[in-house]
């Protein structure tokens, strides 16, 4: 499994930005994209979750309201809509994959892409 994100970029505060992550060498049909974020000297923290099949969504707290994840299964992408976007909102972001389990917040996820910067500063 490859996952490539794009999207990343400087924007000010209260800016928007759309992450992409696409996801290629795929061995089943269903699978549970999230996007987790790491700012420097913190621990990577989970984002947003969405399950391929259903459509369930997971939202951490801290983007509820602001960040809205969605997918497109014909091109196998997930997007991360993010608006009102803060300073602490700055991390890299990575885009993940797991074909098992049902809930975005607890699953496991062994696949990686290699992340994008988002940087919110005026």
């Known amino acids: 499994v490859q996952l490539v994100e794009s999207g990343g970029g400087l924007v000010q505060p209260g800016g928007s930005l759309r992450l992409s992550c696409v996801a290629s060498g795929l061995t089943f049909s269903d699978y549970i994209m999230g996007w987790f974020r790491q700012a420097p000297g913190k621990e990577r923290e989970f984002v947003a979750a969405?399950?391929?099949?259903?459509?369930?969504?997971f939202y951490a707290d801290s983007v509820k309201g602001r960040f809205t994840i969605s997918r497109d299964n014909a091109k196998n992408t997930v997007y991360l809509q993010m608006d009102s976007l803060k300073p602490e909102d700055t991390a890299v972001y990575y885009c993940?994959?797991?074909?098992?389990?049902?809930?975005?917040?607890?699953?496991?996820?062994?696949?990686w892409g290699q992340g994008t910067q988002v940087t919110v500063s005026s």
């Open positions: 969405i399950r391929r099949s259903s459509g369930s969504l």
């Open positions: 993940a994959l797991s074909y098992s389990g049902t809930n975005g917040y607890t699953t496991k996820y062994p696949y």
